[in-house]
Nanobody
């Protein structure tokens, strides 16, 4: 039974920081790719950041320079450090995983259809 459990969301003021965590369980092997998506009220899901098993990362342009994705494979945990938060970052944030390899740019993992597993989400509100 695959499970992704997010934590770390909350309400902050603009300019502050938050760190999201996601613990993965139930996978038979290592997750090749993991990512963070977000969905603001009335909008579709947007890929925020993705990382492969070697630690290479990619970001959507709106968060480059402010957000950092990382993973600890020994703990099966994914992180998203979010600095200089803006009101437009307000959204439900989802942890995702893709089990299968593919060829091409890591930016493919910022597409919703590329991910096999999704967590329940954690709310981030910036005012």
């Amino acid at each position: 039974h695959v499970q992704l459990v997010e934590s770390g969301g909350g309400s902050v003021q603009a300019g502050e920081s938050l760190r999201l965590s996601c613990v993965a369980s139930g996978f038979a092997g290592s997750n090749l790719y993991m990512a963070w998506f977000r969905q603001a009220p009335g909008k579709g899901r947007e890929g925020v950041a993705a990382i492969d098993n070697a630690g290479s990362a990619t970001y959507t342009y709106a968060v480059q320079g402010r957000f950092t994705i990382s993973r600890d494979n020994t703990k099966n945990t994914l992180y998203l450090q979010m600095n200089s938060l803006k009101p437009e970052d307000t959204a439900m944030y989802y942890c995702t995983a893709r089990k299968y390899a593919f060829s091409g740019s890591l930016r493919v993992c910022l597409r919703t259809e590329s991910q096999n597993y999704w967590g329940q989400g954690t709310q981030v509100t910036v005012s």
